[in-house]
Nanobody, 116 residues
């Protein structure tokens, strides 16, 4: 059973930064594209950023230029560097596969709260 454990969230003022981490137990982590998602209260989960197994990245327009996704295959870890945070970035953040072929079991996520 694959486990995803997200960490690094917290409360930060607008304009601040956070770095999220995701530890994955998947044996095939190195071969898989990965992604970060977020879900704000009362809203659907949305894809924020994705990274291919080779390191190519894609971002939602709302975070482009502010967030950076990266991965450390040796450690089986996924990261999301979030700069210039805005109140609308407040959400629970999750890591998982990009979803074209399904998902790993979802982790508990990590809460990010941005105050104005």
């Amino acid at each position: 059973q694959v486990q995803l454990v997200e960490s690094g969230g917290g409360l930060v003022q607008a304009g601040g930064s956070l770095r999220l981490s995701c530890a994955a137990s998947a044996s095939d982590f190195v071969m898989n594209n990965m992604a970060w998602y977020r879900q704000a209260p009362g809203k659907q989960r949305e894809l924020v950023a994705a990274i291919s197994s080779g390191g190519s990245t894609n971002y939602a327009d709302s975070v482009k230029g502010r967030f950076t996704i990266s991965r450390d295959n040796a450690k089986k870890k996924l990261y999301l560097q979030m700069n210039s945070l805005k109140p609308e970035d407040t959400a629970v953040y999750y890591c998982n596969l990009p979803g074209q072929f399904g998902f790993y079991p979802w982790g508990q996520g990590t809460q990010v709260a941005v105050s104005s």
